[in-house]
């Protein structure tokens, strides 16, 4: 999605930030197929349960599939993500999935923004030196993946931002405010099978392009970055309502720090996600949390609608929105 966070969040690196109080959001996102043919069957695969942190906590979650499922499954991936997984065998014209969550998420702790992090060199030679006995994490995030591979022009431009002796941390908001700049956001330019290479040349793009295109210049130069799939609360124009349906998915990069462990950039925002992003999961890269994708049987043409909202808790869009009849509910196991 593009640059809208908060004006004070937008200017949290430039600025050092703030600390704010607990906040609580609830989540609407629907996705909507219709199709020119019957569907006989549909089999799907869910990303789209939030995922529970040490800063965030799910209040309530609810996902609503028509039609009604043969099956249904909830398991955790790989990556300790939640999953749903169902499978439709009547004949359907439309597909509809409609999530409501609540969440509640806190400030990241202030060693986030205030601290330099140890020589990003040294962090690169331990990973480097780490055998292969190591538990998955950070190593996992420390090499290429379906969507991130590195290549020596994007090596060389996240280098630009780490120069010996520059601490990681440093070096990271470096590297945020750098693609921030850089880069435009146009939702046009690219879809999600974009090379990064192209991505590079035409300096333009969308969040996950970003993302990806921080991981990679992360990896390049020997360091564990992971893609983080989630939302981020938007602010409307000065006395314009909020617009129900209006936000979009987002995404952002979390780097491996010892001693502190995973800390987030949002290169799209140049900003250091604080208590306005809400995490969906994580993985080496899109692919790995891709928020909805199956396979059907029939359907001809498709048409797809996605609508995202997310609203503070107890604001008047939240307590003036009601939800539709429920067609039938499945909750997480």
Known sequence: MPGTAPEED???????????IAARYRILHETHYRYTAPVSLSQQHL??????TARQTVLDHDIQVSPYPAEQSWHLDYFGNTTLNFEIRSPHMELLVRVDSTASVTPPPAEWVSTSGPDWQQVAQLLRGLPPTTPLEPTLYAYDSPQVAAFPALTDYGRESFPPGTGLLDGARHLTRRIFRDFSFDPEATTVATPL?????QRRGVCQDFAHLMIAALRGLGLSARYVSGYLLTTPPPGQPRMIGADASHAWVALWCPEIGWVEFDPTNNCQPRDQHIVLGW??????VTPMRGVILGGGGQELEARVTVLPEGSPEALALQAPPRVQTQKQA
Do not use: I, K, M
């Open 10 to 20: 937008a200017r949290h690196l430039e600025e050092g930030g703030s600390v704010s």
């Open 47 to 52: 990303h789209l349960t939030p995922r529970t």
């Open 197 to 201: 290479a192209q991505v590079l040349e």
């Open 283 to 288: 993985g080496r890269d899109f692919s790995d």
